[in-house]
């Protein structure tokens, strides 16, 4: 979660935060639900990275260099390491604003390696003042942030279908069928209505607007009210979570960290590190 302050990442699993340092704002996130072979991969690479050179100050690049380049030296890599999202966060040199870009990694089938990023990367500006990133699951606690959008997108998908369907009827008993042009006319506004394209920017507008206030509450939160809202999130969902399946423990978040143009990088809450 970020804003013009600064930005909060929080985890409900050990191993999931990786920093670079305390001085140096940039760090790595995984997936807090892949495995612990996978976070041992994670954890030797990114302790690799800490120690090699890095050129130039875009510490997100020469990260991905090095990833790449790890990977196809690396001749075994565990099962799991086949498809997944990762998060990089930093602030770069003469900036003033956080950002954070997300990226895919896949393995194909025969063993090549592939790193793009996703369209979901945010760079803090006074025009984009917040980002939110999440990865693992949020299937209980999603609606807090983003709202019932999924429900009211099919809501709102057939209103618009019965008002074309009213629209086109109504023109049909209007004109004579045997007006070609006019039929016609009708044929290019049933398409019209039809189209995904338009119903696409109507769900966008409307999710702005609904958005809107989410956006508001967050770009003028403090970091420490960041940090609070980012652990009652993580701890709502894993309560969610505990109800539907008692026989598993309850987790809680175990690692929250802060990167402020001030203060750098800081531990929060760490279970190895001691950080309260």
Not at 254 to 264: D, K, Q
Request: aromatic share 10%; charged share 30%.
């Amino acid at each position: 979660m970020m804003n013009m302050q600064g930005a909060v990442m929080a985890a409900d699993k050990d191993q999931t935060i990786f920093r670079y340092s305390d001085k140096v704002p940039f760090a790595l996130m995984i997936n807090p639900d892949t495995n612990i072979k996978c976070k041992q991969f994670w954890e030797n690479v990114w302790n690799g990275f800490r120690r090699s050179d890095i050129d130039g100050d875009d510490y997100m690049i020469s990260f991905i260099e090095y990833l790449v380049d790890t990977i196809s030296e690396t001749k075994e890599l565990p099962d799991e390491f086949v498809d997944e999202i990762f998060i990089l966060v930093q602030y770069q040199k003469n900036r003033i604003f956080p950002e954070a870009k997300e990226y895919h990694y896949q393995m194909d089938n025969d063993g090549s390696f592939d790193v793009e990023e996703t369209d979901n990367s945010t760079s803090i500006s006074t025009g984009h003042p917040i980002g939110i990133h999440r990865l693992g699951s949020f299937e209980h606690t999603s609606r807090l942030i983003d709202g019932e959008i999924s429900d009211q997108k099919d809501a709102l998908w057939r209103k618009f279908q019965d008002m074309r369907e009213d629209l086109i009827d109504t023109l049909k008993q209007a004109v004579n069928n045997e007006d070609k042009r006019r039929v016609n006319s009708i044929r290019l506004l049933d398409s019209y209505f039809n189209s995904n394209e338009r119903f696409v920017k109507l769900i966008h507008s409307f999710i702005a607007k609904q958005e809107n206030g989410i956006v508001k509450a967050i770009s003028c939160s403090h970091i420490e009210d960041m940090v609070r809202m980012a652990e009652n999130l993580i701890n709502a969902e894993a309560q969610q979570y505990h109800l539907q399946h008692p026989e598993e423990p309850l987790e809680s978040t175990r690692e929250i960290a802060t990167m402020t143009l001030a203060e750098s990088f800081r531990w929060i809450k760490h279970s190895l590190y001691g950080a309260v």
